[in-house]
């Protein structure tokens, strides 16, 4: 595979997003409504949550001081929910699937400005362009998984998954970090097959653990979109055991798999 730029991240993350369209373009009003994975959030707030940080990481990317201003101001409130999702949440679906629209396209043209070596400030720490498109391509996925969830639909999985599987290999860290613990000695080699039938590997050859599987289990696992008991992945290693049992690969504060599903 070659080595990802700016545009092909930002292609694959269109890519993405448009995926996700497709299951909620034709959803019925009151499927828009039903609640999905995430405690207190409908289908409508999975899109809302979308369209506000493709918001504003077209602001990051276009205007830095007036996002640092606004990131101040959003650290600093206790109702971020109502903040992030308040405006969505007063919306139609009709009207909120064209806001959520309006601002991806304008976090594509945003994008399309970024040098390869650009920064880009964000709610933690800066990160390169490609880093953060990387990221709300995770995001589109992630969110789109529990729409797909909630209402039932087959979205089927992509290459574009190793964008997200190199996410969650290289986050192994700060799954421990986050949680304030230390992070255990010994790596750990993660062999996965995508969905084109290609295999992906990161770690060392002589690695202490490995963990084997399909991309799309990996990408579920370390999203906290499944837990790990539901999985076909192979581990060898209790390093490799205690990581994908608590993996996190988004920031924020830590919070557990889900439990596995009757």
Not at 97 to 109: A, V
Not at 150 to 164: E, F, N, Q, S
Not at 251 to 257: M, V
């Amino acid at each position: 595979m070659n080595k990802p730029t700016v545009a092909s991240v930002s292609a694959d993350l269109i890519a993405e997003q448009a995926a996700l369209d497709a299951v909620v373009a034709d959803l019925s009003d009151d499927l828009w409504e039903l609640p999905t994975p995430s405690p207190g959030w409908a289908v409508r707030d999975q899109i809302g949550h979308l369209a506000f940080f493709d918001m504003t990481a077209a602001l990051a990317i276009r205007d830095p001081e007036a996002f640092e201003a606004h990131r101040k101001d959003l650290m600093s409130r206790a109702d971020g929910d109502e903040l992030t999702l308040g405006a969505s949440r007063a919306m139609a679906p009709a009207e909120l699937l064209t806001h959520w629209r309006h601002h991806r396209n304008e976090l594509s043209e945003a994008a399309a400005t970024c040098a390869e070596d650009a920064r880009i400030e964000w709610y933690g720490p800066s990160m390169g362009a490609k880093s953060f498109l990387t990221a709300r391509l995770m995001e589109a996925w992630a969110h789109g998984q529990d729409v797909c969830d909630t209402v039932g639909a087959d979205r089927p999985a992509t290459d574009r998954l190793r964008h997200i599987a190199q996410l969650g290999y290289i986050t192994r860290g700060w799954t421990y970090i986050n949680r304030r613990l230390e992070i255990p000695n010994g790596e750990v080699r993660v062999t996965l097959t995508s969905p084109g039938g290609d295999t992906w590997s990161w770690g060392p050859d002589d690695a202490d653990a490995t963990v084997t599987g399909s991309a799309l289990d990996f990408c579920l696992v370390t999203s906290q979109r499944r837990n790990l008991a539901e999985t076909d992945l192979e581990l060898v290693g209790d390093i490799a055991t205690d990581w994908l049992e608590k993996a996190q690969l988004f920031a924020g504060p830590p919070s557990d798999p889900p439990p596995v599903r009757g």
